[in-house]
């Protein structure tokens, strides 16, 4: 299925990548990103010795193509190796390793790391202020921290020297996860507060950080994993099987995919596995149409060698930006 989705032509003709790229970043045509000129304003140049996409603004005078302002800036990497990249990261539901991204391309480690690094920051859903929390009146959100190893060949013993990652799940919708510094109840209570809507049902497991701060939502029911009370006996509805679930494909991927991750990465990790289960077949997204989504996640997401090598921070704010 994957060979005959790749044999579309924007995965191996530049100018159908281009094309491609234009259309789903410029849908009103194509906008100058120096200063924002657009319509008569911006035209393309043409000519054999021109480089493909290269548009020229009458008002600034500046030359642009559409990768310019985007996560495609300042690689040499062809367009339609891009999309190939982005369509399997998309379509793969663990990721794909930084090796396997390099055989692809045949192009170096280096090369294969950053470019997995800026798709997965074209990924990375930026929770603003205005970005409203998740679940409301009549729904339920899931609520649980798991500990991601920083060594996967050693068996976790308790939290230790593990990463700490808390997610929040609205039942049938969407995921945000969140690398936090600690489970104690300030920290829980800070990304509970900041991401979900106290109007919701909150379920959890029976932790004592979750039971002191059940109460400021519309209702707090939880199962004693303790006591392998998975599902309640008493109501089928009280589980946090879903949560529970998006740790499981988030460790496979880490550990069978990845096979490690650093901490000052680990929270583009964590956008990329949001980014698939919120667009997932379930809610009526294909192949296709996560990877458009991703690429149009891709401007504005400028990411260099710079600002990827900043240590990463786990955040009780739960801000991801
Ligand atoms: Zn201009």
């Known amino acids: 299925m994957a060979r005959a989705v790749l044999d579309a032509p924007h995965f191996h003709d530049e100018a159908a990548a281009f094309a491609y790229v234009e259309a789903l970043l410029w849908p009103q045509g194509p906008v100058c990103p120096h200063c924002q000129a657009a319509g008569e304003q911006v035209y393309r140049l043409g000519g054999n010795a021109t480089r493909i996409g290269l548009h020229k603004c009458r008002s600034c005078k500046g030359q642009f193509t559409v990768r310019q302002g985007t996560i495609f800036e300042s690689s040499h990497l062809p367009l339609h190796l891009w999309l190939q990249v982005i369509h399997l990261m998309c379509a793969s539901k663990k990721g794909i390793s930084t090796r396997q991204i390099q055989r692809m391309l045949q192009c170096s480690m280096k090369t294969a790391w950053f470019l997995g690094h800026r798709i997965r920051e074209a990924m990375a859903e930026k929770h603003g202020i205005f970005t409203p929390p998740l679940?409301?009146?009549?729904?339920?959100?899931?609520?649980?921290?798991?500990?991601?190893?920083?060594?996967?060949?050693?068996?976790?013993?308790?939290?230790?020297?593990?990463?700490?990652?808390?997610?929040?799940?609205?039942?049938?919708?969407?995921?945000?996860?969140?690398?936090?510094?600690?489970?104690?109840?300030?920290?829980?209570?800070?990304?509970?507060?900041?991401?979900?809507?106290?109007?919701?049902?909150?379920?959890?497991?029976?932790?004592?950080?979750?039971?002191?701060?059940?109460?400021?939502?519309?209702?707090?029911?939880?199962?004693?994993?303790?006591?392998?009370?998975?599902?309640?006996?008493?109501?089928?509805?009280?589980?946090?099987?879903?949560?529970?679930?998006?740790?499981?494909?988030?460790?496979?991927?880490?550990?069978?995919?990845?096979?490690?991750?650093?901490?000052?990465?680990?929270?583009?990790?964590?956008?990329?596995?949001?980014?698939?289960?919120?667009?997932?077949?379930?809610?009526?997204?294909?192949?296709?149409?996560?990877?458009d989504i991703a690429l149009q996640g891709a401007k504005g997401k400028r990411l260099t060698y710079e600002t990827t090598g900043r240590r990463g921070q786990a955040s009780a704010g739960g801000a991801t930006a």
């Not at 509805?237 to 069978?256: A, C, D, M, P, Q």
């Open 135 to 291: 679940g409301g009146a009549g729904k339920v959100i899931e609520a649980d921290e798991a500990f991601l190893s920083r060594d996967p060949s050693k068996k976790l013993k308790g939290p230790g020297p593990a990463l700490p990652v808390m997610s929040l799940v609205e039942r049938e919708g969407k995921v945000r996860s969140f690398h936090i510094p600690d489970v104690t109840v300030k920290t829980l209570h800070t990304v509970l507060a900041r991401h979900a809507s106290k109007e919701s049902r909150l379920m959890t497991d029976g932790a004592y950080a979750y039971r002191s701060i059940g109460w400021n939502f519309a209702d707090h029911a939880w199962v004693n994993h303790e006591e392998r009370e998975y599902v309640s006996r008493q109501d089928p509805s009280i589980h946090s099987n879903t949560v529970e679930g998006v740790f499981s494909i988030l460790k496979r991927g880490v550990y069978g995919t990845f096979h490690h991750v650093s901490e000052a990465h680990l929270k583009r990790y964590l956008a990329e596995f949001d980014f698939r289960y919120n667009t997932r077949a379930k809610l009526g997204v294909d192949d296709i149409e996560r990877a």
